[in-house]
């Protein structure tokens, strides 16, 4: 397959890169990494790494552009790119990228990510606009608060009121706190066979709301702890069956908004983040847009993937199995941007 050879997978090297090259590997072609100098030693160990490009930091990630330009790379997306790279920077990326950049200012801006969740007819937790609406414990999060940081949690109106007096950031919504667990929900959407696949799911193990249990709630009265929602890894998650169908159909839902919403719509890898109640009701907390890093439990594929393929699949890999498909058929131009 000289067509497919010629084309080579890049990422950065942080998040799920090793997933992503380890499934472009499995699907036969060569891959890059891009990564800083402290993460070289990380990426050399792995046989599946063709190449490491070496740049000083991810920011300077614009001026190698051409480099990789010239190698015929096609360029992943995962969280470090937000996290790392800023929203224009990510936009103006000149390599072939996997996925529609059309969905990343939906995406970044809280309000506009609601209103999409509601077009789609996913339940979202309710919103308060002012202190005044609070009837319910609430959690305060900052625009571009990631990964649980710049978060603070109201049990009601009053304590809100005296917990805002010292939070810098300007730039918050209160949503209502949602009792339940968390699901995050792992799914791809093939614009090339219109098909949507939940890959696997995880739950986060977050600190440290994650651990309060363990100490009851009398032996904590007076110790004054805040809960905080700072992710320090994931564990996997087989949901209950029964849950499984409107796992489906909200993603399929989020799929048909998307493509109402903004030029081609959403398409790859998306992770809707949900808590789910005592009455096995969904709330979705978040949407991201790329693989979410709670896929590095399924490198070796997950119980999910395995009703699809007879292969191991991660997300990873599915992406590679995309973009093989779309060389060979010649509609590169549908999954790239
Ligand atoms: P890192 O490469 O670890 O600095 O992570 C890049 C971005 O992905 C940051 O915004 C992290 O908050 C997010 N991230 C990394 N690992 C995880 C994880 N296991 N679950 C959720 N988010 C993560
Ligand atoms: P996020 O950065 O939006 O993914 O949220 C980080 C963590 O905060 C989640 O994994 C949840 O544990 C928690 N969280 C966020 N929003 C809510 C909510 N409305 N109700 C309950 N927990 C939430």
Not at 66 to 91: D, R
Not at 149 to 166: C, L, M, P, R, V
Request: aromatic share 12%.
């Amino acid at each position: 397959m000289a067509g497919q050879k010629a084309y080579k997978i890049a990422t950065l090297g942080s998040h799920s890169a090793l997933q992503i090259l380890k499934g472009a590997k499995d699907e036969g072609f060569q891959t890059i990494v891009v990564a800083t100098p402290d993460r070289v030693s990380l990426y050399k160990r792995f046989d599946f790494i063709d190449k490491v490009l070496v740049i000083p930091k991810f920011s300077d990630f614009p001026r190698y552009e051409k480099k990789l330009q010239e190698q015929n790379t096609i360029m992943i997306p995962h969280g470090s790119f937000v996290a790392y790279l800023s929203l224009e920077k990510h936009k103006k990326m000149k390599v072939p990228y996997f996925g529609n950049k059309a969905v990343l200012d939906w995406e970044s801006d809280r309000l506009k990510q609601r209103e999409w969740l509601e077009k789609a007819n996913v339940p979202v937790p309710r919103r308060f606009k002012k202190a005044q609406e609070i009837d319910a414990p609430v959690l305060v999060k900052s625009y571009g608060a990631a990964g649980g940081d710049g978060y603070f949690f109201a049990k009601n109106k009053t304590e809100f009121k005296q917990k805002i007096k010292s939070f810098e950031p300007k730039n918050y919504i209160i949503q209502e706190y949602v009792i339940g667990v968390s699901a995050y929900v792992h799914y791809f959407y093939s614009p090339l066979t219109k098909t949507l696949e939940i890959l696997s799911i995880d739950r986060r193990y977050e600190t440290n709301v994650d651990s309060l249990g363990r100490i009851p709630s009398h032996n904590q009265q007076g110790l004054g702890i805040e809960p905080s929602f700072v992710v320090v890894g994931n564990s996997p998650l087989a949901l209950r069956e029964s849950l499984l169908a409107d796992a489906y159909e909200m993603g399929e839902r989020t799929i048909k908004a998307s493509q109402e919403l903004m030029p081609g719509g959403l398409w790859g890898p998306f992770c809707l983040e949900a808590i789910i109640t005592p009455k096995q009701e969904f709330f979705v907390i978040e949407l991201s847009c790329r693989i979410v890093a709670g896929t590095n439990l399924f490198i070796n594929g997950s119980p999910y993937s395995a009703l699809y393929y007879d292969k191991d699949v991660s997300t990873g890999r599915r992406i590679a199995m995309e973009i093989k498909r779309a060389i060979k058929t010649k509609q590169l131009n549908k999954i790239l941007h």
